[in-house]
């Protein structure tokens, strides 16, 4: 039973608790939250670590009037539970629950609906200019961590902040830890500052000083920016922040709901930016996260059985795609010492990690940097080494000028890997891959891939690696389909698709993960005598022109099948060059998903509202038969997405 946790709803009862309750509610909280997570995967170690953080900013500021911003916004389930949204943890990232990010449709706490890194000091210094614009008295809050800090937006904000000195409170939750390890030498010198003994006992005197000075208010805040003056000339902890125009105080200890709320009561009205430097830990109060918080970052379900902590075995037997990935890329650079890998701050997620540890030399991780990983892959490629990007679908967007500038343009064969591709599922519209054929496939010289199975995955790394051309290929966050894989990588050329299966009623043209389903619909179409024809398209770009307007010309329609957006998608490619063949693009339906942001939710689920599982297909490809017979093309129909 959480005896102060059942009392407090909102930060209003959390103000109200005496102090030393605060940390049987801090216990209780992570407890609710290792409950809930253990049946309802969820970003764990993080959350662990900013319990007494997320209280203390909740006691010392005021977040209906005052603005919090995460960075991420993976941590911020603790500002849930206290935001009025306890009651529905319990179906966190679920379809129709809770979002596993803030989300300002949720809730008023929530300034924006975020989700990926980077961004949250530049759009929380957009908060405080525009209030000085508006004349709006009130704090703003931002929290970034060691690995965010580092990325280049946040270090643009800085460079912005510092200059216009602007008031901002960034409150830098230093944890040690991205996903993996933190790399980077903003990294390294955070860890500096950590291990500098000095400035403890300095902040300790700042502290002092502060407590007997009989002023208030106005001269309070000024006789405290002379201190921090003073504290400047002898302390060079934080004197990078310093130097960029911020007042740094730090470190301190982030699980100290004393120091901390004394420490940000202090702070909290100094004008200008200002750097709160916090050190917490990562899985805090859970040792399995505690000892292993990469593997509970992003947990899978795990079990609590006689205090061992198991964690559950999924899918047991299948094999992701990324996994498959992971293993083809260190087979092949055994014997092509030419290839180089590149991650951004994602080793594990993106299986890059197993190339890392049998290939260090050639191997990067750069941090939550996707620009720079991109920009790094033009050099190493213009010296003739062969790098291979693995970046989730949605943070390639991070870096779409550097796709187009520093690669594109230069013609540098770089191998791009998405991962994550499509619909992923329960972390929702700001991690759906739904874009990146859109944004790829009008970049002069670019060849994009997506395989139907895990024996073509690898046959694509494979042609990829060896090709002259600058090639992207996505699959989706998902097992293989294969039985058993097959190892021999055969070739096919670019811009091939292949005929799956023959039927005289209409084609089904499928890209990647979409194959699979369209031949189960294939076959459940055959049980009611309808006969498909199935094509795995393999290609987005170039799209096997011949075979696709030979089809066009044979069958009545053409049911294009992609996990992604419609909008300038593989069906809009498919549409525009049969239109643009003078055929009848009439006969092209297209399914996809719509013109909005799809919701959190499992993959499967959301597929199958979108009607691309199966059973969707086929009941499409039968509408659109009907369609077809009855009004010879669709044109003026309004039926054109039927599974929209
Ligand atoms: C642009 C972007 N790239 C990558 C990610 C994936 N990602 C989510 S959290 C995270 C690590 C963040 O580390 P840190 O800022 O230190 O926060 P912590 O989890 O340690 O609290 C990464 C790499 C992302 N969300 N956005
Ligand atoms: C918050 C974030 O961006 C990552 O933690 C992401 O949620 C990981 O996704 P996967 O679990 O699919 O690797
Ligand atoms: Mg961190």
């Known amino acids: 039973m959480n005896n102060i946790l059942d009392s407090v709803e909102f930060p209003e009862d959390l103000k109200k608790l005496n102090p030393e309750d605060l940390p049987k509610l801090a216990s209780e909280i992570r407890s609710f939250i290792v409950d809930v997570i253990s049946k309802n995967p969820g970003h764990l170690s993080s959350n662990l670590g900013v319990v007494e953080l997320t209280m203390a900013l909740h006691y010392c500021f005021d977040f209906r009037k005052d603005r919090i911003v995460w960075d991420v916004g993976h941590q911020a389930y603790v500002h849930k539970i206290l935001t009025g949204r306890k009651t529905h943890f319990s179906i966190l990232r679920q379809y129709k629950g809770l979002s596993g990010f803030p989300d300002k449709n949720e809730s008023v706490y929530d300034p924006f609906t975020c989700g990926h890194s980077g961004d949250a000091i530049s759009s929380a210094l957009g908060l405080s200019c525009a209030d000085e614009i508006i004349g709006y008295k009130r704090s703003i809050v931002v929290v970034v961590g060691d690995g965010?800090?580092?990325?280049?937006?946040?270090?643009?904000?800085?460079n912005h902040a510092g200059d216009i000195k602007k008031n901002?409170?960034?409150?830098?939750?230093?944890?040690?830890?991205?996903?993996?390890?933190?790399?980077?030498?903003?990294?390294?010198?955070?860890?500096?500052?950590?291990?500098?003994?000095?400035?403890?006992?300095?902040?300790?005197?700042?502290?002092?000083?502060?407590?007997?000075?009989?002023?208030?208010?106005k001269p309070m805040e000024k006789t405290l920016e002379h201190l921090v003056e003073l504290v400047k000339i002898g302390a060079t902890p934080g004197r990078i922040f310093e130097d960029l125009g911020f007042n740094y105080f730090g470190p301190i200890d982030g699980h100290d709901f004393k120091v901390l709320t004394e420490t940000i009561n202090d702070i909290k009205h100094l004008n200008g930016p200002v750097l709160l430097h916090v050190i917490t830990e990562k899985g805090r109060g859970f040792e399995p996260a505690y000892q292993n918080p990469t593997q509970f970052h992003s947990s899978g379900k795990f079990k609590l059985s006689e205090g061992k902590i198991e964690k559950e075995v999924q899918d047991a037997g299948k094999i992701s795609y990324t996994k498959v990935f992971s293993d083809a890329l260190v087979e092949f650079s055994k014997t092509n010492p030419s290839i180089v890998g590149i991650t951004a701050a994602m080793p594990d997620g993106t299986g890059m990690i197993s190339f890392g540890e049998k290939f260090p030399d050639r191997y990067f991780d750069v941090g939550i940097c996707e620009q720079h990983a991109v920009g790094l892959a033009n050099g190493l490629s213009t010296e003739k080494l062969k790098p291979v990007v693995a970046i989730y679908s949605t943070f390639l967007q991070r870096a779409y000028d550097q796709v187009f500038h520093d690669i594109c343009l230069q013609k540098n064969p770089v191998v791009f890997v998405m991962d994550r591709s499509g619909v992923v599922g329960n972390d929702g519209p700001t991690h759906n891959g739904v874009f990146d054929i859109a944004y790829l496939r009008n970049l002069p010289g670019i060849v994009l891939m997506s395989p139907k199975d895990g024996s073509e995955l690898r046959a694509m790394l494979k042609i990829a690696i060896d090709s002259d051309e600058i090639i992207a290929i996505r699959y989706p966050k998902e097992n293989i389909p294969d039985e058993k894989i097959d190892l021999e990588c055969k070739p096919f050329g670019i811009g091939e698709a292949e005929i799956l299966?023959?039927?005289?009623?209409?084609?089904?043209?499928?890209?990647?993960?979409?194959?699979?389903?369209?031949?189960?619909?294939?076959?459940?179409?055959?049980?009611?005598?309808?006969?498909?024809?199935?094509?795995?398209?393999?290609?987005?770009?170039?799209?096997?022109?011949?075979?696709?307007?030979?089809?066009?010309?044979?069958?009545?329609?053409?049911?294009?099948?992609?996990?992604?957006?419609?909008?300038?998608?593989?069906?809009?490619?498919?549409?525009?060059?049969?239109?643009?063949?003078?055929?009848?693009?009439?006969k092209i339906v297209r399914m996809g998903i719509p013109d909005r942001f799809m919701e959190h939710?499992?993959?499967?689920?959301?597929?199958?509202?979108?009607?691309?599982?199966?059973?969707?297909?086929?009941?499409?490809?039968?509408?659109?038969?009907?369609?077809?017979?009855?009004?010879?093309?669709?044109?003026?129909?309004?039926?054109?997405?039927?599974?929209?």
């Open 601 to 644: 939710g499992p993959r499967e689920v959301i597929l199958k509202n979108l009607g691309l599982d199966a059973d969707g297909i086929a009941d499409t490809f039968i509408a659109s038969l009907d369609l077809t017979e009855i009004k010879g093309s669709f044109a003026n129909t309004g039926k054109r997405h039927l599974a929209v």
């Open 501 to 586: 299966r023959e039927g005289k009623d209409g084609v089904l043209l499928a890209y990647g993960c979409m194959v699979q389903r369209c031949l189960q619909a294939a076959e459940q179409l055959s049980g009611k005598g309808v006969e498909a024809t199935v094509v795995n398209a393999r290609y987005a770009k170039p799209l096997d022109k011949k075979l696709i307007l030979s089809l066009v010309r044979k069958h009545k329609l053409i049911l294009t099948v992609e996990d992604h957006a419609l909008a300038g998608g593989f069906g809009s490619a498919v549409l525009e060059m049969v239109s643009d063949e003078k055929e009848d693009a009439g």
């Open 148 to 158: 965010g800090i580092g990325a280049g937006m946040s270090l643009e904000a800085l």
């Open 168 to 217: 901002l409170l960034v409150v830098l939750n230093d944890n040690e830890m991205s996903i993996s390890n933190t790399v980077g030498a903003v990294s390294k010198y955070l860890n500096k500052i950590r291990t500098m003994p000095i400035y403890a006992d300095i902040r300790k005197e700042l502290r002092g000083l502060i407590k007997i000075l009989p002023v208030l208010g």
